[in-house]
């Protein structure tokens, strides 16, 4: 018989939780994202609101599923289950008649019953990774760190000369064989994407099935490790990551533009998560808005867009001023501080 009791002790022992804007209800919950976006730490703390709650991993190799069924209908029986954690969830048997469970998925999954709300978790925003800052650093640091190890919560707490190996480790850990197809895939960051093209890109270096690509791309996507936005005029897609910052661990020549721009548009994402964000010249149009991600804006690219779109919003890293242009720094865009 597992003994769910020290599990759930090992799991939580020297977990750090970090804020975040939201939160789990009671009831039962569906959580889906990338890899090491928070969402088993965020489960995990809201247990600790639970005398008798119990994590599973079903990727955990000493399970043996049908012994798990029969002790999970002892403990519910016994009344000594009052939240159920199910973590790397399939369908292997039926839940318990409780009122609260949490399961988790890389993403969204059509085997999730209705009754169960489906929240997406993505890495941490800039405002969320600020405010964990204990020792008063200086925004404009904070930003600079931000940039260079990305949004990924556990990577607050790690060492600094460990951030770049770990980003390393996670990516071999979701990608094995296929990491030479994360590496070509950084090159679109920022940039119009297809599918096709990228195949037509790797087929002259690696043995590869198109209809393997396309199923990864397609499930890259569904877990949030990787967003395709639409131009709104030009039959286009842009590609984002989930960690912006993942060409300063993976790439010899990592593009601060491009890095920007996904960044910008992560926070775009993450201040209207219930808003379609389209791309178009350059630019992201949201609702009537329209947002440009320039790090370091040049005169000349600034008078065009005074002249075409004196609407816009142009964030880069620092505040300036251009004739009627509102050029805002990151941070005071981050922080909603306009």
Not at 119 to 147: A, D, R
Not at 222 to 242: A, P, R, V
């Amino acid at each position: 018989m597992q003994d769910f009791k020290s599990i759930f002790i090992q799991k939580t022992q020297g977990l750090t939780i970090f804020p975040r804007r939201f939160g789990i209800k009671e009831g039962k919950t569906h959580l889906y994202g990338p890899p090491k976006s928070g969402k088993t730490s965020l489960a995990l703390h809201f247990a600790k609101n639970f005398k008798y709650p119990i994590y599973i991993d079903y990727q955990d190799p000493r399970n043996n599923i049908e012994s798990l069924s029969q002790e999970l209908l002892k403990f519910f029986l016994e009344k000594k289950l009052d939240l159920l954690i199910i973590d790397n969830y399939v369908p292997k048997f039926n839940l318990p008649n409780i009122k609260n469970i949490i399961l988790i998925t890389p993403s969204p999954a059509t085997y999730i019953q209705n009754n169960f709300h489906s929240k997406q978790i993505l890495p941490l925003s800039f405002e969320e990774y600020i405010s964990v800052n204990k020792e008063q650093i200086p925004l404009n640091q904070l930003l600079n760190t931000f940039i260079k190890t990305g949004n990924l919560p556990e990577l607050i707490t790690t060492p600094e000369y460990q951030k770049i190996s770990r980003i390393q480790e996670i990516t071999q850990l979701i990608f094995k064989d296929d990491l030479p197809i994360l590496y070509a895939l950084l090159s679109y960051q920022s940039h119009t994407f297809s599918t096709n093209q990228l195949y037509i890109q790797l087929k002259k270096h690696i043995k590869i099935s198109k209809d393997k690509l396309y199923a990864l791309i397609s499930d890259l996507e569904l877990q949030g490790f990787l967003t395709l936005i639409n131009d709104k005029k030009q039959n286009n897609k842009t590609l984002y990551f989930y960690n912006f910052a993942l060409p300063y661990a993976l790439s010899p020549s990592p593009n601060f533009q491009a890095i920007f721009e996904n960044m910008v548009f992560l926070e775009l994402k993450s201040q209207n998560p219930h808003e379609t964000i389209f791309k178009e010249n350059n630019s992201f149009i949201l609702q009537n808005s329209r947002f440009y991600a320039l790090a370091f804006p040049n005169p000349s690219l600034l008078e065009k867009i005074a002249k075409n779109f004196p609407s816009s919003i142009i964030i880069a890293i620092n505040q300036a001023e251009y004739k009627n242009l509102q050029i805002l720094d990151f941070i005071s865009f981050a922080l909603r501080e306009f």
